[in-house]
């Protein structure tokens, strides 16, 4: 069992910057992964794998948003750059084992309760 706690959402102005934080509890031995809602549809925006060696990234954010993790501290980071309005959404973390699915929300096992991102224009 995995527990993951986002944080670090707030309110910031197109070209703006924050950083998400997810920690874990539990034994996490999974890549991990960054999602958005709006309405329904759960987004896929940015994994990491589990040595932090393999990343991946939705075509929106790349070259914006950097993945990182710290398996020392349990942590996982999601450095978000020259914000814009469309990225205002409830961002979540999930903990998954196939990396080979990594955009699918489904395939997720973990997911925390998410943080709100809010961008202005």
């Known amino acids: 069992q995995v527990q993951l706690v986002e944080s670090g959402g707030g309110l910031v102005q197109t070209g703006g910057s924050l950083r998400l934080s997810c920690a874990a509890s539990g034994r996490n031995s999974y890549h991990m992964g960054w999602f958005r809602q709006v309405w329904k549809e759960r987004e896929f925006v940015a994994a990491v794998s589990w040595s932090g060696a393999s990343t991946y990234f939705a075509d929106s954010v790349k070259g914006r948003f950097t993945i990182s993790r710290d398996n020392a501290n349990n942590m996982m980071y999601l450095q978000m750059n020259s914000l814009r309005p469309e990225d205002t959404a409830v961002y979540y973390c999930?903990?998954?084992?196939?990396?080979?699915?990594?955009?699918?929300?489904?395939?997720?096992?973990?997911w925390g309760q998410g943080t709100q991102v809010t961008v202005s224009s």
């Open positions: 999930a903990a998954g084992s196939r990396w080979s699915a990594v955009t699918r929300a489904d395939e997720y096992n973990y």
